[in-house]
């Protein structure tokens, strides 16, 4: 639940940059040393762990940095790539690993199943980060300038709001981004006295209290085929050639659009809501747990076979559901309300579609049954709104 607040928070600015063929090789440098110095890092923390059971710390690590960029063998720096970086930029990467394998013991403290921090290859280390603004990156005449590079042309669509704090450039398919964090003080809106309760779906993304619907745009869907075509190229490409490349680029860039268009509607929708209503009732879903697969079924007269657990059924299903975001919305609405000064309240959604929100009589339904038909008071409307409702009536306690 969130109340109006004058506490400051960070707000991402993204720009994207256009460097030159030769800036572009720069930067693919810095971020694969950077990797270099991830994956040594990590292995430097196993090592010591595993034969002298010590723990390596983010500052012990920080200081290893300056011995290794002096440190000569033959008249040679041994690692002259390192001069090349800016200290922040390795500085940042001891900080990662730091947060990986605390993390890492901090999951396997609360006793869930927890994963050891992994090497990262080529393409699973995609950004580098300066952990000061104007320490190394700034703009100069509408450019982006950084340290060991150079001025390097961006976009820039809007000023920067707040105080700039931080930067990391980040590689999505071949392109580039700069996302400047700043400290933002929150815009309070006007006070609004509309309250709206929200039942999220997959006929339509929303019903709200109101009887008006969102509807789905269903992005992942309407782009199957385009997936599937690409899909079956990059198939038959040779691995590693010159054509598998550029499959997996077309492939990657129908992925970044589906993102995109999902990412969007996720922020306008949450934008127009939180401008609109004082008081938001949302579901507390567990998503993970509602797309989950079914467990298989054994067949008990035939050992080491199974019997059929409606798993194709499901995975259409949680298709379906991890395309509408459910998670990704409430997250952004959530934020929008805090920066606003808007309250969201998240209930519990169990029986708000079996429970009667005219006379409060509770019957069960099935999934195919999408009309809320009270036999007790003869309430008549969608079964989403009904639960929406319900969804309000609870938040208002």
């Not at 010590?54 to 920080?62: A, H, I, L, P």
């Not at 820039?156 to 700039?164: D, I, K, N, S, T």
């Not at 385009?226 to 077309?250: F, H, I, M, P, W």
């Not at 029986?351 to 069960?364: D, L, R």
Request: charged share 25%; net charge positive.
């Amino acid at each position: 639940m969130w109340y109006n607040s004058i506490v400051s928070a960070n707000y991402v600015n993204k720009y994207r940059l256009f460097p030159t063929k030769a800036q572009m090789r720069q930067l693919d440098e810095t971020l694969e040393t950077c990797r270099l110095v991830y994956n040594s890092f990590v292995h430097w923390r196993t090592f010591e762990y595993e034969t002298a059971k010590k723990s390596v710390g983010r500052y012990e690590q920080e200081a290893a940095l300056t011995h290794w960029k002096h440190k000569v063998s033959d008249g040679k720096k041994e690692h002259p790539e390192l001069s090349e970086v800016h200290a922040h930029l390795l500085q940042n990467v001891a900080h990662r690993v730091d947060l990986a394998f605390r993390a890492f013991f901090r999951r396997a403290k609360a006793g869930e199943t927890p994963g050891y921090p992994r090497l990262k290859g080529k393409e699973q280390y995609d950004s580098f980060c300066f952990k000061q603004w104007e320490n190394g990156v700034q703009f100069k005449n509408g450019n982006l300038w950084l340290s060991k590079i150079g001025k390097i042309k961006c976009k820039v669509h809007r000023p920067l709001l707040g105080e700039a704090k931080t930067c990391c450039l980040r590689r999505v398919n071949g392109k580039w981004f700069a996302c400047i964090t700043c400290e933002v003080e929150p815009v309070l809106l006007p006070v609004s006295k509309e309250r709206i309760g929200i039942d999220v779906g997959l006929k339509t993304f929303a019903a709200l209290s109101d009887g008006t619907f969102i509807e789905n745009p269903r992005f992942f869907r309407t782009q199957e085929k385009a997936l599937a075509k690409a899909s079956r190229k990059q198939a038959k490409t040779k691995k590693r050639s010159r054509e598998c490349r550029k499959a997996n680029k077309v492939l990657a860039r129908i992925h970044e659009r589906i993102r995109n268009r999902r990412h969007n509607f996720a922020h306008q929708t949450a934008r127009r809501l939180v401008n609109q209503y004082g008081m938001i009732a949302v579901e507390k879903l567990a998503v993970k747990n509602i797309s989950k697969a079914p467990a298989p079924k054994p067949d008990a007269e035939n050992e080491g076979q199974y019997l059929p657990n409606g798993a194709s059924a499901k995975a259409g299903l949680n298709k379906s559901i991890l395309d509408a975001a459910w998670s990704q919305f409430r997250s952004i609405l959530t934020n929008k309300a805090e920066s606003a000064g808007r309250e969201v309240v998240a209930v519990n959604p169990a029986y708000t579609s079996q429970k009667c929100s005219g006379c409060g009589y509770q019957a069960s339904k099935s999934l195919k049954e999408r009309w809320h038909l009270c036999p007790m008071c003869g309430t008549s409307l969608d079964r989403d709104t009904n639960a929406a409702i319900n969804i309000l009536a609870i938040a208002m306690g």
